[in-house]
């Protein structure tokens, strides 16, 4: 089953919200579809579109090393016919398996699936690649084409009752056919994802979700719409300049070219997704920050066509409605079932745990705030408006950390062969090298060649780290070849940056959180070279939303690492080693305000959970009501730390696939600095703990229960402990 055939629009978005976030695998649990196996990589004439022929660099695989895309030879015009072609052939190959008349087996069904879609793949990898990092108006109209018969393309699959009912029979034997462990969760994942998109249900009932589905998609959209028009309208706008004092030249120039865009007179704040605006930092004059904070509370309840609460409360109600059609108590309880969590009971008590330390720091940095505005006779209560405004002040006489003195520190390549590769080649044995006879699609682009210890080839890998006007925002990974044993190949994987790209002949000096993105990025890509899979769809990084964070966020813990940090943080002209005061002020600004960051978070993952443990049978929620009481329930209604998203402009939820899925940026959060915790327990930075640590988690992508293999791994459950150590929010006493 091929893990492209997700809705590319929905993995963009999905890299949007979460800028770190890799590129394909996030959807793919829900979508999954099979796809069309090219026996030696030709195609059957008869269907084959008329523009799609021999001369198409995709009509068979690459023939490159790796199988890397031949972006030498792809022109923009290729990429429709192939991707056309891709689909009509997946679904006529899928047509076969289910007409097969011979009896179902585990062979001729389930890996049967897993073989198809190369054509659809090798196309859908390198589209995905350059329409995310080197777009144009010709790529932007295919994917626009393409979007809508690729959904249908998945509804066909997934609605074919005479696949289900092969896969079903494959199930339901399973425990006969003596298979090992990973094609036992292949059959096991297979059978699932067909029975949540609803495989099971009567005609009637397959029609009633169909409608649920489109409502929702509908409501979906409508929230988009409305929020985007509602943060527009919202902004804060004057035409007293007074009113604007404590920002920057540069921000006011912002400001007065917003309101031109406007065609207004003055000044315009335009709205930031999040609660707090950046702008609040700066703002001197109190009323205009609590005006501007309204606007941003505000923004999507102020009546009329664009508040979106109907709608949500709507959509709330429907997607209870649709889990208990599939069988489940709540919408969660179905989202949930794939993931490592499993329960929403699992969510909450974990979400639970935190609130305790995290409300108490957060209480505790209020209090210093208050402080502060009594000290300069300010004469009134701290409230959420006046948090940044303090905050920063507090930051720049504490932990002021000036960029322009670390950045010489932080040369780019130095980073990459001195700190990211040398961090892996200590825990790894791998090593890197250069190659510069890979095609490329900017260039930009490097491709490295990883091997293993022993010589043997790994991977390859591109680095694609300098912002272009036509790359899309953030970082984020993906494969142009996925790693399988069953097909015979290895992983192809890209990193892609945003970092300022400096003048011909000059050093790329980065700041720290470049740095740390860097290894970010690059654990992600460890998970998909490591990757040791028999079957291309639960290998490397094709793992719940709430897992696949671990293995990158655990990544960003050796650029910190002395031996490593050490080893590459050196002065790009004189080599000498970053001085130690320097080096304490990074350390120490990593746990400034902490608790106001780590609580507005926490309660946006609480209203999430609490939205959507909701029963079918609840009658529809006033937002307002819905939300207070939610906080209030959690123990996070503080006055001064609103959450990061109110129900009403919480986008991730209502229209980007986060929908119970908030939480996972915390639970992996909890992994990532568990699992730091016991290599430095068991001696740190060694091939040991890093072979052991490869072996038993980055290699087996999702080959077995992720709760399972963590525990194997770690010998326990993962702890909340090493994560609020990580914060500087252990509870009293214990510092
Ligand atoms: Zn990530």
């Known amino acids: 089953m091929n893990r492209r055939s997700n809705g590319l629009d929905e993995t963009m978005d999905m890299r949007k919200v979460c800028t770190m976030r890799i590129a394909m695998t996030q959807v793919t649990t829900l979508m999954t579809s099979g ?39 792809i022109k923009d015009a290729d990429y429709l016919p192939a991707i056309e072609a891709g689909i009509e052939h997946q679904l006529e190959e899928t047509r076969a398996i289910a007409d097969n008349p011979a009896k179902p087996t585990f062979e001729n069904t389930i890996v049967a699936m897993e073989k198809t879609g190369q054509l659809y793949s090798r196309v859908m990898a390198a589209f995905s690649g350059v329409t995310g990092a080197n777009t144009n108006p010709v790529l932007q109209d295919v994917r626009s084409k393409v979007a809508p018969k690729r959904a249908a393309m998945s509804d066909a ?29 292949l059959v096991e994942e297979d059978y699932k994802r067909f029975v949540r998109a609803g495989a099971r249900l009567s005609e009637a ?16 959209n409508a929230f988009s719409t409305k929020l985007l028009a509602a943060t527009k309208e919202a902004a804060f706008a004057t035409t007293d300049k007074a009113a604007l004092a404590g920002l920057s030249d540069a921000q006011l120039g912002a400001a007065a070219q917003a309101a031109k865009d406007r065609k207004a007179e003055g000044w315009v704040l335009a709205l930031q997704n999040t609660t707090q605006q950046p702008t609040l930092q700066s703002l001197s004059n109190r009323a205009t920050r609590q005006a501007l904070f309204q606007d941003s509370w505000n923004r999507a309840e102020r009546g009329g066509e664009n508040d979106t609460r109907a709608t949500i409360a709507r959509l709330a109600q429907l997607r209870a409605q649709k889990a208990k059609l599939l069988g489940y108590p709540s919408y969660a309880a179905w989202n949930l079932e794939d993931q490592m969590a499993r329960t929403p009971e699992a969510a909450l008590k974990f979400m639970d745990a935190l609130v305790p330390a995290a409300t108490a720091k957060a209480n505790g940095e209020a209090k210093d705030i208050q402080a502060l505005i009594d000290a300069q006779q300010g004469g009134f209560a701290l409230e959420p408006w006046d948090w940044n405004f303090f905050a920063e002040q507090v930051r720049k006489a504490k932990y002021d950390l000036d960029e322009s003195e670390t950045r010489p520190y932080f040369e780019l390549d130095n980073v990459l062969h001195n700190g990211v590769f040398y961090a892996a080649e200590k825990l790894y044995g791998i090593t890197f090298k250069r190659r510069m006879d890979i095609p490329v699609y900017n260039p930009d682009v490097q491709v490295y060649e990883v091997f293993e210890a022993d010589g043997k080839p790994l991977a390859l890998w591109y ?53 740390i993105t860097m290894f970010h990025e690059f654990g992600h890509a460890l998970h998909g070279m490591f990757a040791d899979s028999e079957y291309p769809s639960l290998s490397g990084t094709s793992v719940p939303r709430d897992f696949v964070e671990f293995p990158s966020q655990f990544n960003e813990h050796w650029a910190s690492y002395p031996e490593v940090f050490n080893h590459y943080a050196k002065h790009y002209k004189t080599g000498e080693p970053m001085p130690a005061e320097l080096v304490a002020k990074i350390k120490k600004a990593k746990t400034f305000n902490q608790g106001y960051a780590f609580t507005e978070l926490l309660a946006a993952a609480e209203l999430d959970m609490q939205w959507h443990t909701l029963g079918a049978d609840a009658p529809l929620q006033d937002p307002d009501t819905f939300e207070t009481a939610a906080l209030k329930k959690t123990g996070l209604q503080l006055s001064t730390v609103p959450p990061r998203y109110r129900s009403s402009y919480f986008s991730h939820i209502w229209s980007t696939g986060y929908a119970a899925g908030y939480y996972a940026y915390l639970w992996c959060e909890m992994l990532d600095d568990d699992a730091f915790q016991w290599f430095e327990d068991h001696g740190g930075l060694t091939r040991a703990n890093g072979d052991r640590f490869r072996r038993m988690v980055l290699s087996r992508g999702n080959t077995e229960d992720l709760k399972k293999m963590y525990a194997a791994w770690m010998g326990g459950e993962p702890q909340i402990g090493p994560m609020l150590k990580e914060r500087g929010l252990e509870p009293e006493g214990t510092k």
């Open 35 to 73: 796809a069309i196996a090219l026996a030696s990589g030709s195609l059957p004439a008869q269907s084959v579109p008329a523009a799609f022929g021999p001369d198409n660099p995709f009509y068979a695989p690459s023939t490159l090393p790796f199988h890397a895309p031949p972006f030498d030879k």
């Open 205 to 220: 009932d397959k029609a009633t979700l169909k409608k649920m589905n489109e409502e929702i998609a509908n409501l979906s």
């Open 463 to 515: 680095c694609d780290y300098f912002k272009r006007d036509n790359k899309n925002g953030g970082a984020w990974m993906s494969n142009f070849v996925e790693q399988s044993k069953l097909m015979g190949t290895l992983p192809v994987i890209y990193n892609v940056g945003n970092f300022a790209k400096p003048a011909a002949g000059e050093p790329a000096l980065i700041s720290f959180s470049d740095v």
């Open 157 to 185: 699959i997934y609605l074919n009752d005479k696949l289900f009912e092969r896969v079903s029979k494959v199930y339901e034997e399973r425990d006969s056919l003596h298979l090992d462990p990973e094609s036992l969760r």
